[in-house]
């Protein structure tokens, strides 16, 4: 409905293009991943997200690479090949306009000072990003126009 509303009302036309951009690999560490077995209980999976703050309970690890992706603004592709499901805990210090975070005018002061994302990866899960590039599938813009009358 939202793409026909765009299209009628703001002559919207676009397309999809496959590019070749940076994205980062996620790869296993000697020793592999650090994920922990989940707890025997009848508790539902969750998720919580935070600014440097990643905490998975009965999570299907392979959804994690799209959660870096999130964290980070750039595409991260699983290269790990992580099955499975798992509790995990990632905890970093945000680096002010890196990735999704915006610092605020006194970001500075409630800083932690902590690992960075790169770091915090290899420390705490045993997983490493590698910079490279690859296919993105990203959204072309044809035209757009200003909206009719109602």
Do not use: C
């Not at 970093?92 to 500075?108: C, M, Q, R």
């Not at 915090?120 to 990203?138: C, D, I, N, R």
């Amino acid at each position: 409905m939202a793409k026909t509303l765009l299209a009628e009302r703001f002559g919207l036309k676009f397309h999809w293009e496959t590019k070749e951009m940076p994205v980062y690999g996620l790869i296993a560490l000697k020793g592999g991943p650090k994920f922990q077995e989940p707890k025997a209980d009848d508790s539902p999976g969750s998720l919580r997200i935070a600014n440097g703050l990643l905490i998975g309970h009965k999570m299907d690890v392979s959804q994690f690479a799209a959660l870096l992706s999130g964290q980070l603004d750039i595409l991260v592709v699983d290269d790990a090949g992580l099955k499975g499901i798992y509790d995990y805990k990632l905890e970093w210090s945000p680096v002010p306009n890196e990735g999704n975070f915006t610092p605020t005018a006194n970001s500075d002061a409630v800083l932690p000072s902590g690992p960075t994302i790169f770091t915090a990866l290899q420390e705490q899960l045993g997983l490493k990003l590698e910079s490279s590039k690859g296919p993105v599938e990203v959204l072309v813009i044809d035209s757009v126009s200003r909206p009719t009358e109602n």
